[in-house]
């Protein structure tokens, strides 16, 4: 079974430094979708960014990007000049497909907090 | 413009009682359908998913259902619920050849 591994329950970052996420995960599929959710206080999940396994490029959206590392299974995301509206959970999540549905796999996410 | 609408927002509810939250989507057709709890301070698990009308996938045994009976209507129910059954609750669409879900603004779930 596949499986996302978030090994930072907390992490904190001071108001316009950088600070980065870690996300592992565990599959046997070669091609395969990743994410980044953010849930803010509101606990709506919102879609911060995605990355398609077969392209080798790192996404980036503003002023997040990530670091796809494949051959580690590893997924990190790094967020520059921290503001105060990205404290939130975040979740990195692991895309399958099974027959015609498509199945998110969350880690247990990384609480971020910005510190003014 | 799709949108995912779920409600309420909030819920109170006796233990044994019955549990009906209702999602729906605009402005798409022919999505698939999810929905995730949870349990606080932790990741989302996936409950059920649907391809079509009618067509209902569990992921894990529990005291809970769901329905299809519109192409853009999702519903989870429970004939009577259990203090475990507590939680947040999201209901999710995605596009069936596109990757990423889209979620609601869930609902809290409280049995007392």
């Known amino acids: 079974a596949q499986t996302v591994t978030q090994s930072q329950p907390e992490m904190s970052v001071q108001e316009a430094e950088t600070v980065t996420l870690s996300c592992t995960y565990d599959?046997?599929?070669?091609?395969?979708?990743l994410f980044w959710y953010k849930q803010p206080p509101s606990r709506q999940m919102i879609l911060v960014i995605r990355q398609e396994a077969y392209k080798q490029q790192n996404a980036t959206e503003n002023r997040f990007s990530v670091n796809f590392q494949k051959a580690a299974k590893s997924f990190s995301l790094k967020i520059s000049d921290s503001q105060l509206g990205d404290a939130a959970m975040y979740f990195c999540a692991y895309l399958i497909s099974s027959g015609s549905a498509r199945q998110l796999t969350f880690g247990s996410g990384t609480q971020l907090t910005v510190l003014p | 413009s799709q949108t995912i609408h779920q409600w309420p927002a909030t819920l109170v509810q006796p233990v044994g009682s019955p549990l009906s939250l209702e999602c729906t989507v605009e402005?798409?057709?022919?999505?698939?359908l999810y929905w995730y709890r949870q349990a606080a301070g932790r990741g989302l698990q996936l409950l059920f998913y649907s391809v079509g009308i009618g067509q209902i996938s569990s992921e894990v045994p529990q005291n809970l259902s769901a329905s299809r009976p519109q192409d853009r209507q999702f519903i989870l129910s429970s004939k009577k619920l259990l203090l475990s059954d507590s939680g947040f609750y999201l209901c999710?669409?995605?596009?069936?050849?596109?990757?990423?879900?889209?979620f609601g603004q869930g609902t809290r779930l409280t049995v007392v």
């Open positions: 402005g798409t057709s022919n999505p698939n």
């Open positions: 599959t046997s599929e070669s091609d395969y979708y």
């Open positions: 999710a669409w995605s596009v069936r050849r596109d990757t990423e879900a889209f």
